[in-house]
């Protein structure tokens, strides 16, 4: 009988640590998915759906003005293809603002280094969400965030 309940026990153990760890990943990816739909909206030369997925920025004339702006110049056609991507909110286990340095390029454009900042908020326990709530203008290849 013991041995069924240490079984028992190790067992959801397992599975609560699983869990943790499953929710814990998924943030990551939505971090990733936001900075790539925003990278396409901006390659598709949408500075509307750009403004949109910028918290605050639809609301504000300067940011969209600046945000058209920015599409019509990065305008490519192709699929965005990531690079590189370095974040400094991955893997955080509760709140955490920072910039998200990301290298893209298309088929019709050398590489392009941009700035995404990314705002986290909540935990892994309460669950956790992904706010993009800037975009940088093209940066130096060499540059860092």
Sequence with gaps: MRRWVVITVGVVAFLAISFLL??????DNAEREKVETLLRAQAAGDGAALA???????ADPACTAKTAAQARMLKTPGRV?????DSATAHA????DG??????KTAARLTTVQCVQIR?????????SVTVTALSEPIDRQAGC
């Design 22 to 27: 499953a929710r814990w990943l998924t943030v």
């Design 52 to 58: 949109r997925d910028i918290a605050g920025c639809a």
């Design 81 to 85: 293809e990531i690079v590189a991507y």
């Design 93 to 96: 286990l509760g709140a955490k």
């Design 99 to 104: 910039p998200t340095r990301v290298v893209w």
């Design 120 to 128: 986290r908020t909540g935990s892994v326990l309460s669950g956790a």
